[in-house]
Nanobody, 123 residues
């Protein structure tokens, strides 16, 4: 089992940057694929990015490709989401997720979730 805690959210102007962090408990972090999802008010939770346990594979939603970068540091039990060129439509609660089996874009396939961190992008 793994527990996740996100941090780094906040208010930023359009065009700005933020880096989200997700700290994981436990000594098995390195065996989990990690992902980021987001949920805007009135909308379903959507996939943002994912990274394999070994960092050799990543995948991104089309809406964030070229602007967001996911990375991880297994020595620190932490996964990051660097967000650049932020747009008002990126405003959402961002969630970190962990799963041993896959890096699915379907949220229900992921086993563990953090509580989320709010990102607000003003125009």
């Amino acid at each position: 089992q793994v527990q996740l805690r996100e941090s780094g959210g906040g208010l930023v102007q359009a065009g700005g940057s933020l880096r989200l962090s997700c700290a994981a408990s436990g000594r098995t972090f390195r065996t989990y694929h990690m992902g980021w999802f987001r949920q805007a008010p009135g909308k379903e939770r959507e996939f943002v990015a994912a990274i394999s346990w070994s960092s050799d594979s990543t995948n991104y939603a089309d809406s964030v490709k070229g602007r967001f970068t996911i990375s991880r540091d297994n020595a620190k039990n932490t996964v990051y989401l660097q967000m650049n060129s932020l747009k008002p439509e990126d405003t959402a609660v961002y969630y970190c997720a962990a799963d041993r089996e896959s890096r699915s874009v379907v949220s229900t396939r992921w086993d563990y979730w953090g509580q989320g961190t709010q990102v607000t992008v003003s125009s």
